[in-house]
C-alpha cells in the first residue's frame, strides 16, 4: 500500500496532515494519480514531498520510474489505507474532454477589489443569465490574478443550474483535440459536439495565436455557438488586439460582448486574500503578519497562496507561533525573490545613479569631492545593509586600507547628523534599495 510506504518515511504529525486526506489510483501501465483536496495541498506535496511519494508508489507498486500526476478532486476525504477506486467529479454530461472542476473556485471564495471588480461582477452576471448579458464575456490579465477561478466559478453555477451540454476546456486541448480529430478523420463528430454547446467556456485563448487551421475552426465554431445566444466566455493573458497573428476576424468577435481585464491587486485586497484564505486553510492570520506579506508580496495571488503554505507549515508541522520573526524568517527565500539581498554592487549602482558619476571615478584615485563623497556613502551604505569587513570593502574600492573606509564611514556618519543634503541622498538611495 502506498499510504503504508509513505507513513514508514515521515513522521506522524506530516503524514496525518499531509496524506491522510490524498488517495492514489492506478491507471494505465505507469501511472499514479495522486487525488488531493485542493491546490494548496497540490502544490505543497509536489514541492516539499515528492521524493517521498516517487519512493513509496516505487516499492508499493513495484513500477520503475512511474509516471506520477497530481489531480484535484472535490472529497479526497476517507481513511488512509484505503484505496478503494471513486468517482471523478462530474460535469453534466461532459462532451468533449471537459476539466474536472476544482471545489476551491467558486465565487465565494474569490476576494474583489478594484483590480478585478469589473471582471467579477460580469462573472457573476454571466452565470446569473447565460446568453443575454456579456457575450462573449472575454477576460484577460497576466497570470495568478484569477482567471482560470472566475471561469471555473461560472462553470460551477452552470453545472448547479443542470446546464447539460457545458464545454469547458483550455484553449491548448481544444487545439489537441482538433488536430486528433484530423488526424483520424473525426472532424464531423468534433464539430458535433463543440457547437452544439449549451455553453463554452475556452481558458488562455492567447494559444490560438498564430494557429490558422485552428482560429478558422475556432471561428466558426464561436459564431454557430454565438448565433444560438448560447453564452461564451474567454480568458486570455492580453487583450484581444494583443494576442499575436489574431486575425482580425476573431479579434472583433472577441470584443462584441464584454473585455474585463484583471490587474495585480491593490494592497487592501492582498491584505483580504491572506486573511480570508487563511481562514479557509484553518489559521487566523494575525493583522500585523497580513500587512507584512501583503506588502512585500504584490504581483499576484498565486505567490500569495505560496506564502500562505509556508504559513501553514509552520504551524501545522513546525508547530510554532504565527508571529512576525517566525513569518519573516519562514518566507525569507520567497520575500527576497521579491527585494533582492542588498549588497555593494547594489549599493554602488544606486549612488551612481543617484550622484551621476561613473563606476571608474569611484575606484579611481580621484579625491575631488564630487566622488569622494559617493565613494564614503558607499562604505557607508555597505557597513550598515551588508556583513562585509572594512577590510573587503576597503579591497572593493581599489585596495583602499581598512582606515580609509573607517574614516569614510565616520565622515557620513557625521554629515548625516548635519547635512540635510546627505540625509536626503541616503534615504532616497536606501529607497531604492528595498
Ligand atoms: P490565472 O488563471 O489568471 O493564471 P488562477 O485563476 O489560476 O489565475 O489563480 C491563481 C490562484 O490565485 C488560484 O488558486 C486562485 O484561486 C487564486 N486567486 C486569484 N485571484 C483571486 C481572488 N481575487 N480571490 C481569491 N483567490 C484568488
Ligand atoms: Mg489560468
Known amino acids: 500500500m502506498i499510504h503504508r510506504e509513505v507513513a514508514a518515511q515521515l513522521d506522524e504529525q506530516s503524514y496525518l496532515t499531509w496524506f491522510q486526506r490524498v488517495r492514489f489510483e ?3 501501465a505507469d501511472r499514479v494519480s495522486v487525488l488531493v483536496p485542493n491546490r494548496f495541498h497540490l502544490t505543497y506535496l509536489r514541492h516539499r514531498h515528492f521524493q517521498t511519494l516517487a519512493d513509496a508508489i516505487e516499492t508499493a507498486t513495484d513500477l520503475q520510474e512511474p509516471r506520477i500526476e497530481f489531480r484535484v478532486v472535490e472529497d479526497a476525504g476517507g481513511d488512509a489505507d484505503d484505496p478503494e477506486p471513486f468517482d471523478e467529479p462530474k460535469i453534466a454530461a461532459p462532451m468533449p474532454e471537459s476539466i474536472p472542476l476544482n471545489p476551491n473556485y467558486v465565487f465565494d471564495q474569490f476576494v474583489t477589489g478594484p483590480s478585478n471588480r469589473l471582471a467579477h461582477a460580469a462573472a457573476v452576471a454571466v452565470s446569473n443569465s447565460p446568453g443575454t448579458t456579456y457575450n462573449p464575456l472575454f477576460i484577460h490579465g497576466s497570470v495568478g490574478l484569477g482567471k482560470t ?9 452552470f453545472v448547479a443550474k443542470g446546464l447539460r451540454r457545458l464545454v469547458y476546456i483550455s484553449c491548448a486541448a481544444f487545439t489537441n483535440d482538433f488536430i486528433s480529430a484530423l488526424e483520424r478523420n473525426e472532424i464531423e463528430s468534433f464539430r458535433n459536439k463543440y457547437r452544439q454547446a449549451d455553453a463554452l467556456l475556452i481558458d488562455d485563448v492567447q494559444f490560438l495565436a498564430s494557429k490558422e487551421r485552428t482560429q478558422e475552426e475556432f471561428f466558426h465554431t464561436f459564431n454557430a ?6 453564452q461564451i466566455f474567454l480568458t486570455s493573458d492580453s487583450p484581444p488586439a494583443e494576442i499575436e497573428g489574431l486575425g482580425d476576424r476573431l479579434e472583433s468577435r472577441f470584443k462584441l460582448g464584454l473585455v474585463a481585464d484583471l490587474t495585480p ?9 491572506l486573511k480570508r484564505k487563511g481562514r479557509i486553510l484553518g489559521m487566523e492570520i494575525p493583522d500585523d503578519v497580513a500587512e507584512f506579506v501583503g506588502r512585500r508580496i504584490h504581483d499576484n495571488v498565486r505567490e500569495i ?11 501545522t508541522i513546525e508547530r510554532r507561533p504565527l508571529d512576525l520573526p517566525n513569518v519573516e524568517y519562514s518566507l525569507a527565500d520567497i520575500l527576497e525573490e521579491h527585494h533582492p539581498r542588498i549588497d555593494l554592487p547594489r549599493i554602488q549602482q544606486a549612488v551612481v545613479e543617484h550622484y551621476d558619476v561613473s563606476i571608474l571615478d569611484l575606484h579611481s584615485k580621484k579625491r575631488s569631492r564630487s566622488i ?4 564614503q556613502i558607499c562604505m557607508f551604505l555597505a557597513r550598515r545593509h551588508t556583513n562585509m569587513s572594512l577590510g573587503e570593502i576597503g579591497d572593493f574600492f581599489g585596495g583602499r586600507d581598512h582606515s580609509t573606509v573607517i574614516h569614510g564611514v565616520a565622515k557620513i556618519e557625521k554629515s548625516l547628523a548635519s547635512d540635510a543634503r546627505i540625509q536626503t541622498a541616503i534615504e532616497t538611495i536606501e529607497r531604492t534599495l528595498r
Open 265 to 273: 491587486p491593490s494592497y487592501e485586497t492582498r491584505v483580504a486574500i
Open 26 to 28: 492506478l491507471g494505465g
Open 372 to 375: 569622494v563623497v559617493p565613494r
Open 225 to 230: 455557438i454565438y448565433n444560438e445566444q448560447k
Open 149 to 157: 477561478h472566475l471561469m471555473q466559478a461560472v462553470a460551477h453555477v
Open 305 to 315: 497562496e505560496g506564502a500562505l503554505m509556508r504559513l501553514q507549515t509552520l504551524v
